[in-house]
T-cell receptor, first 113, second 112 residues
């Protein structure tokens, strides 16, 4: 079955610390991979995407993600977290037979001073 | 400005009532989607459409119906068969499978 797993429901990091949010997917082929961020009361904003080529992709706001085919993972990283990064982060997988796109359950990030 | 318009922003449903959520886009996108967002469960796919007059069930289609008579419009009907309809509903569109989804501002549906 096609699925996206974000194993961490919430994570708390100190401002200035590094961050890694985990994402694993289940699909027979290499899908299109996305990370979105949703701030309270706002819509979803694309951080980055991967569909081919270099497995380390750079996104907006200093985020990056690495695709690891052997682990079916697409983890999101940021070297130094800012208080404004506090939000909910969603991993998404697209191209699951045509245009089908599914999301993980999300990881809520809390940033402490 | 191009974008996706969802209406209404808030909607209340009575027992046994069908309600329809509107979604319109002027981005000329082929694909449109409906997601349901519940706390702790992320976005779950209800239905999606890749082209006019065609749509596919997502993971939680039971109790919902859609139509795609025009490229710009993809309304979602929450039927009386949906026993737990209270949720935040998001409509989205995309140009292709490898492109990002553009989201509307959502409709909060509650049961009276």
């Amino acid at each position: 079955a096609q699925s996206v797993t974000q194993p961490d429901i919430h994570i708390t990091v100190s401002e200035g610390a590094s961050l890694e949010l985990r994402c694993n997917y289940s699909y027979g082929a290499t899908p299109y991979l996305f990370w979105y961020v949703q701030s309270p009361g706002q819509g979803l904003q694309l951080l980055l995407k991967y569909f081919s080529g270099d497995t380390l992709v750079q996104g907006i706001k200093g985020f990056e993600a690495e695709f690891k085919r052997s682990q079916s993972s697409f983890n999101l990283r940021k070297p130094s977290v800012h208080w404004s990064d506090a939000a909910e982060y969603f991993c998404a997988v697209g191209g699951l037979g045509g245009f089908k796109t599914i999301f993980g359950a999300g990881t809520r990030l809390f940033v402490k001073a | 400005d191009g974008g996706i318009t969802q209406s209404p922003k808030y909607l209340f449903r009575k027992e046994g009532q069908n309600v329809t959520l509107s979604c319109e886009q002027n981005l000329n996108h082929d694909a449109m989607y409906w997601y349901r967002q519940d706390p702790g469960q992320g976005l779950r796919l209800i239905y999606y459409s890749q082209i006019v007059n065609d749509f596919q069930k997502g993971d939680i289609a039971e109790g919902y119906s859609v139509s795609r008579e025009k490229k710009e419009s993809f309304p979602l009907t929450v039927t009386s068969a949906q026993k737990n309809p209270t949720a935040f509903y998001l409509c989205a569109s995309s140009m292709s499978a490898r492109e990002k989804l553009f989201f509307g501002s959502g409709t909060q549906l509650s049961v009276l």
